[in-house]
């Protein structure tokens, strides 16, 4: 409260025509001070500015009122002016407290905080140092040297990530509409952008469940050859796949699954077994012994457990027949 009024302007001094007024009005001030002394400081700014607007003995009646003021309330001061015309107009030339130079300063560094919104024509100019001569696309090549540019090998789960931001239709190649949106959508237009950035997404889609289903759902997609109609995808490739979209969060079951796979010889994966197979490596965690056949899951689901469960038999059988060999030998 001792700094409400530290940013007003203070009037000009007195002129030397009221000197006898202002040195009587100073002994009265200082026999007010000594009967609020717990509260000094505050009234003697009061005291002054209102010294300087009346120049006579009514602010003593002032001081006494300003007391009744509330020391937390700043903007009650006003109101206690009834018996003060002539200081309307000191009161006018005030600025607003609501717009002093501390609020100022706030907006300015809200207003820094805001990111920078990405350039088209970097983003543009970005895609135009790795599209083919002769299309207007980033192909195989030019997805080689944007990685190299990352520091990023081809098949590393960031490039998926990428490809997931850029929406990507089919692997190998950006279009330019593809790789415009996609950092627009991530707010950089540069290389060193994208480079702090896949980071943060990497590091949200390790916690964010639905964000990492969408990615999941989305390589499906991105691995399926467009050009030829390819709806399901072959076996080798979803298991390359598989590994790389569980780079994180991945299922204790994933191992078991796509060994599973690769002895079976499956031919491919359709979409809805790719997609249903987040599903049950959730539900079913580690623990083959809660999985229920009678529930609508894909036929590939009942054979792996039925497999999973023979080799756990099969152990079983193996482990008693040496402890039963062994029990005779003794």
Known sequence: MGNCFSCFKVPPPPSATNQSTILEHKDETMELRSLFSHNAGQNHVH????????????????MSTFNGVGSDNCGSLPMVQSNLRSSR????????????????????TSDCKQQKEPSDNKINSLFDQYKDPHEDIILADGIE??????????????????????NA??????????????????????????????PVIVQELTINGESFK?????????????????RILPADMAIVLWRLVFTIR???????WL????????????????NMFLNFAESIGDDLG???????????FDDFVEYENDQMNQNITKDEFIKDSSAEND
């Not at 056949?293 to 036929?299: I, L, R």
């Open 47 to 62: 005291t002054n500015i209102e010294s300087h607007v009346n120049g006579n003995k009514k602010s003593i009646n002032t």
């Open 89 to 108: 107009g000191f009161y006018s030339r005030l600025p607003p407290l609501g717009r002093s130079g501390t609020n100022t300063g706030l907006s300015s």
């Open 145 to 166: 040297r944007l990685c190299d540019d990352l520091e990023l090998s081809p098949d590393e789960f960031k490039v998926l990530v990428l490809a997931w931001k850029l």
């Open 169 to 198: 239709e089919q692997m190998c190649q950006f279009t330019r509409q593809e790789f415009v949106q996609g950092l627009k959508s991530m707010r950089v237009d540069s290389i060193r952008g994208i480079q702090l950035q896949l």
């Open 214 to 230: 969408d990615l999941y759902r989305f390589t499906f997609r991105f691995g399926l050859d467009v050009t030829s109609g390819q």
């Open 250 to 256: 991945k299922p204790p079951l994933l191992d078991r």
């Open 259 to 274: 060994k599973f796979l690769e002895c079976h010889h499956v031919r491919g994966i359709p979409r809805d077994t790719w």
């Open 290 to 300: 809660t999985y229920d056949d009678a529930e609508a899951w894909p036929s590939l």
